[in-house]
């Protein structure tokens, strides 16, 4: 009788081990995919938050990237979090979105007032 709570307590510990292994399994098997994925001209975030562009990948265990025109650093290849999108020029997709605005703005015309009648003068 004072057995089977123990074996009870054992057993859920084990099966939370278990899944808990499991999960760490999935989530560097997932890195690691990504870090073999990485190709030169790839858009990524590192583990720091820094985001840059690869432009070399010729070392098994670091990458190069360009994180501003003409800068280039070099990190570990597990210093990589994920893959992001493209990098967006701010200026072009601003100038994209004013000539939208000015397309869609109506256009304006001025009226010229009536003429005034004399009998109708407020003064």
């Known amino acids: 009788m004072d057995l089977l709570p123990l074996l009870l307590l054992f057993g859920l510990l084990g099966l939370m081990m278990f899944f808990m292994s499991r999960r760490q ?3 560097v098997q997932q890195q690691q995919e990504l870090q073999s994925s990485l190709a030169v001209g790839d858009r990524v975030m590192t583990t720091s938050g820094l985001y840059g562009t690869i432009i070399d990948i010729s070392d098994e265990a670091t990458i190069d990237l360009e994180i ?10 597990a210093a990589v979090r994920e893959k992001v999108g493209p990098e967006v020029d701010i200026e072009e997709e601003y100038e994209e979105e ?25 003064g």
């Open 25 to 27: 399994r999935r989530a």
């Open 68 to 77: 501003a025109p003409g800068v280039e650093t070099t990190w570990l290849r």
């Open 98 to 122: 004013l000539a939208d605005e000015v397309a869609d703005e109506p256009e304006v015309i001025e009226e010229t007032p009536e003429e005034i009648k004399p009998g109708k003068q407020k």
